[in-house]
């Protein structure tokens, strides 16, 4: 019987990764194995994924918990890691403390100083899980989803003979994007990509043998609707010739040419996951109590889960390796010449193929000079942050801080050396304490960054789009199958109040079809102060179209998260007075909550 051992079960990755095991073709039993040392969210996960399993399996596979990891870890044929050390504690102090130093992050959990001192958290619990895996469960296979995820997998490789991969979902993400912007059908999509995890480069992309990347560079220097989709990564890839694999938000922190300025930022940057400010900080919290509340919603209906197997690689891995079933993923693997021209002793991103015998990573070859300089600066910095967590070594920290792009691209050395330090002081229940002894915070420098962080907080909140007034919507009508084909409603459709919306601006529509499978129309208008150029932000959480004063303005034909309003954007042009918006939502088989949707300025 299969035995999948889950760390950080709390993780928002749970549901859909064991989802996605219980649907590998064959595989009709097995046991999982949930672990977590906060017993709130580890209950809450157990019931769900309990329910979840009775839905799909019945009684074929076990679920339990425990927070005594060795316990579980011992006979485990495969380990997911998704730990997050110190929760919610160094959120604050990962964003604001370089913040008040010029370094302005939007994620801050791969490089940078957010991404560093979560190494540097994270790292030596990870070497502990590892050395546990050696003792108790040798020939596991070992995923890790936790971030950074270079530092986590070079660690790994460096210390351990555990076979471990390191996997995310920005390939698969990346290359799906890409298909819609070059309008093919994704399957029909051939690429090539390598790199660092988060900073990956699609080198290749065809379709039946044409090179797909004239047509893309093509719609995005012509259509500023596409180019705002992701405008840092697009800008990349107009200069350096390719497109990376992470979002805006995420690559704009790892380069030195869109942060550093208030100008840069406004030029390059958006909000949200397009480069907001202090994103992740800002957001993370109130995020896990939405994911907590989800989950108890899901515990007494597990239907309004998508229950369909997803893309994630952990499924694709466990089936090949447990059936001999042959599949290529893209992993973060030591490179050992996969890469010529990126540190032989580094982490590398690059394909994998996997089957009985585990991973087989896949040579490469060089990459494009210019793209190989900037992996190769990640790779300085991670080198530097391993040995210093493995020789206890602060100045080797700080040596990597010196080196970070976005931060050596803000300050001067001396600066960089003082931020360490504080963020070292501030953090030190969570971090080795070779960081830490003989520091001391200046008296009173606590209460000035919680005021400090106050005040930033209360200016962003000022700067963030505005949310349109509350809608009204049609009843549930006809499903139309293709969301592409749906047009403006005429005048003759009755519109109401939506029922029900929420805290965060969500109108939430699930009491219109109340599970059923249908289209609903959303309508509102704002009145303007001044016309100018702006954007529409929307967040659908089901296939979707929208018009602004009578013109099309943005299709997508997936689901996304009404929390995510900056995911989709369309450039518009908003009138003095009263600007109107329409929005045809597809129900997604009665799984859609809702919509937020924004205006702003440019």
Known sequence: MTVVTMLGAGSGFTAPLMRDIMLIPGMDQGEIRLVDIDTKRLAQMQALIGVMAKRLKGDAWKVSSTTDRKKALRGSHYIV???????????????????QYGVDQCVGDTI?????????????????ILHDIEQLCPKALVLNYTNPMSMMILAAVRNTSAQVVGLCHSVQGSTRELAQVAEIPYDEMVYRCAGVNHLAWITELSHHGRNLYPRIFERVRKESAIYEQNPVRFELMLQFGAFVTESSGHVSEYVPYFRKTPETLRRYCRDGSRGGSSTYADS??????????????????????????????????????AFNRLKTIYGNVANRGLIDNLLPDGVVEVKVLVDEAGFQPCRFGALPPQMAAL?????????????????????????????????AAVCGPAEIREMTERLAAAEKDYIPTFMSKGLTLPTGYMGDLERFSKRKLRERRAAQAKHFPRFEATGLLPAS???????????????????????????DIRKIHNGKDGLVYLRSSALLARAGAGYFLYGPDAPFK??????????DEHCSNPGCS???????????????????MHTNHGNSWGVIAQYSYV
């Not at 998508?306 to 893309?311: N, S």
């Not at 199958?481 to 109108?507: E, H, M, Q, T, Y």
């Not at 900056?566 to 045809?584: C, F, I, Q, T």
């Open 375 to 407: 992996c190769r600066s990640h790779q300085a910095v991670y080198d530097l942050v391993v040995r210093g967590i493995m020789e206890k070594d602060r100045e080797a920290i700080v040596h990597a801080m010196l080196l970070d792009p976005l931060t």
């Open 284 to 321: 993370w919290p109130a995020g896990r109590a939405q994911q907590d509340q989800r989950r108890a919603e899901l515990i007494k209906d597990i239907t309004k889960m998508d229950l369909a197997r997803g893309f994630e690689y952990a499924s694709d891995i466990i089936e090949a390796h």
């Open 481 to 507: 199958g293709d969301i592409r084909a749906v047009k403006l409603p005429g005048k003759d459709l009755v519109f109401s109040p939506v029922p029900g919306v929420l805290g965060d601006g969500c109108n």
């Open 81 to 99: 890691n998704c730990i997050e050390v110190s929760g919610l504690h160094c959120v604050r102090f990962d964003n604001d403390i370089p913040l």
């Open 566 to 584: 900056g995911k989709y954007r369309a450039a518009v042009k908003w009138k003095k007075g009263r600007n109107e918006v329409v929005m045809a």
């Open 546 to 555: 929208a018009w602004v004063n009578g013109k099309e303005i943005g299709c």
């Open 112 to 128: 940078g100083p957010g991404g560093i001192f979560k190494a540097l958290r994270t790292v030596p619990v990870w070497i502990d």
